[in-house]
């Protein structure tokens, strides 16, 4: 049987708001809205079937993902395979290309699109049970990659809203290099058990009908709420975040999940473009990407 291949794209979130920490679990409760980007932001996923598990990993950011046995597409694939007895498997070969702790969920694609792959290979209808348990067992940004279109996350991320018609929007994705892990953003938020986030009231704005312009209408009052504390951690998420907004035609800078990526969104493709290339000659070291997020 021949290899098969999936995109892994990079997971945005538009909006993120924290409501609070659960007080059963400690938990942080969300609401997001996410989108996905296009091909050029994003890894690629190939399995070719075989007796046994097993994945190389190669590509620009290949070091920094770290061991491939506790790479997040070798726990998918064996949490799927606690659940479907038999499961055929074989060898994945992952070509990372996104940055690694980066707050677009990388890792969290990557092992989606291992499910997705598994999935095909075994014949697994997309909505069999079983991808879910294992995507839910696996990380919390997990589902809402599992069927990469713009929808509402919920909750620690096991809460996954029906696809959203959302128009595309251009945007360019910057991160300056800096990895910054989650659990110290959410130490910095400063949240305990039981405590609701003083915004937590605030309601998700109605995302029906219209273009990228009243999408972006929409959202722009909505928040990050781990942007603040995420400033904390990594200071140079607010130089990234003043190089988008200084461009001409950017409509709205934020942070995407506790960063250290962050989008700018666009009114026309080209100028899109235009500051992606303008941003990446003046911060040779940053990733710098435009693309269209849907």
Not at 67 to 96: C, I, Q, S
Not at 109 to 119: H, I, N, V, Y
Request: with cysteine; net charge positive; glycine share 12%.
């Amino acid at each position: 049987m021949p290899a098969l291949a999936t995109r892994a794209p990079a997971k945005i979130n538009l909006t993120l708001h924290v409501l609070g920490r659960r007080p059963g679990d400690g938990y942080h409760a969300l609401e997001s809205l996410v989108v996905f980007a296009g091909s050029n932001a994003g890894d690629l996923l190939t399995l070719e079937p075989g007796p046994a598990l097993d994945l190389a990993v190669t590509g620009p950011t290949a070091g920094p993902a770290g061991p491939t046995g506790d790479n997040l597409v070798m726990r998918a694939a064996r949490h799927l395979a606690a659940e479907v007895p038999g499961l055929a498997v074989g060898r994945f070969r992952l070509v990372k290309r996104l940055p690694v702790a980066a707050g677009i969920g990388g890792g969290s694609s990557d092992a989606a699109g291992a499910l997705r792959l598994l999935g095909r290979l075994n014949g697994l209808a997309a909505d069999q049970p079983a991808l879910m348990a294992a995507a839910r067992r696996t990380g919390a940004d997990v589902p809402v990659c599992l069927d990469p279109r713009a929808r509402m996350m919920r909750g620690a991320g096991e809460a996954v809203g029906p696809a959203l018609a959302l128009p595309a929007v251009p945007a360019v994705l910057i991160n300056p290099g800096v990895p910054v892990e989650t659990a110290p953003v959410f130490r910095a938020l400063g949240l305990t058990v039981g405590q609701a986030h003083p915004l937590a009231a605030q309601a998700h704005p109605d995302l029906a009908g219209g273009g990228p312009e009243a999408l972006i209408a929409r959202i722009a009052p909505a928040r990050n709420d781990l942007e603040a504390p995420a400033l904390t951690v990594a200071p140079v998420i607010g130089d990234t975040l003043a190089a988008l907004r200084d461009r001409p035609d950017c409509r709205l800078a934020r942070m995407s999940g506790s960063g250290a990526t962050v989008f700018g969104l666009f009114g026309h493709r080209a100028s899109a473009v235009a500051a992606a290339r303008a941003i990446a000659a003046a911060h040779p070291g940053w990733w710098v990407r435009a693309t269209l997020l849907r």
